[in-house]
């Protein structure tokens, strides 16, 4: 069936470095991704998302890159702060009549003084 | 914070108990959602409403049944769960369903546990 998984549960990073965050996708019928980041004890919070007619899309420190050639997406993060440590997770929409929405099951990040 | 509250943020309850989580936005949307996030998996999509009206149910069984009285509120009425149904409950808010296309703005959920 379709899924969208995650390539690494974990990620530890230097406090300062950028850190990439990637996500695989199998439904080529998807046209809107969304990347959330949830802090322990907190819901999920929107960080940026990306609409299948671009390849990459900026916010504050972070960008999310999508390269539909491979059905991959990544999200980076600039100068990686403590403040970033959190599960990170990608969702997707599939287009169509019957719209599907369709979360990966997180990277955890952790952040090293 | 995000504007959407829920209560309460922690629950054990026994397989014969009944009882009710209770979500709160106080954003001025139209839609309301709750998710089931158990360890490890994937966040899970239970129900969609929108302009009071369900619009989603996920084959939930019937355990869990959903109330939206209107578009601020949303509850989840429990009776007889399972083991299985421990996890953290979200709710979460957005303008409109918009095919899901929408910002969804998620409250810090009820961790629930069932003995």
Known sequence: G???????PTLSVQEGDNSIINCAYSNSASDYFIWYKQ??????QF????????????GQRVTVLLNKTVKHLSL???ATQPGDS????CAEISSGSARQLTFGSGTQLTVLP | ??????????????????KSLKCEQHLGHNAMYWYKQS????????FVYNFKEQTENNSVPSRFSPECPNSSHLFLHLHTLQPEDSALYLCASSPNTGGFADTQYFGPGTRLTVL
């Open chain 2, 39 to 46: 360890a490890k998996k994937p966040l899970e999509l239970m």
């Open chain 1, 39 to 44: 802090e322990s004890g907190k819901g999920p």
């Open chain 1, 86 to 89: 959190a599960v990170y997770f």
């Open chain 2, 1 to 18: 914070e995000t504007g959407v509250t829920q209560t309460p943020r922690h629950l054990v309850m026994g397989m014969t108990n009944k």
């Open chain 1, 76 to 78: 980076q993060i600039a």
């Open chain 1, 2 to 8: 379709e899924s969208v998984g995650l390539h690494l």
């Open chain 1, 47 to 58: 960080i940026i998302d990306i609409r299948s007619n671009m390849d990459k899309r900026q």
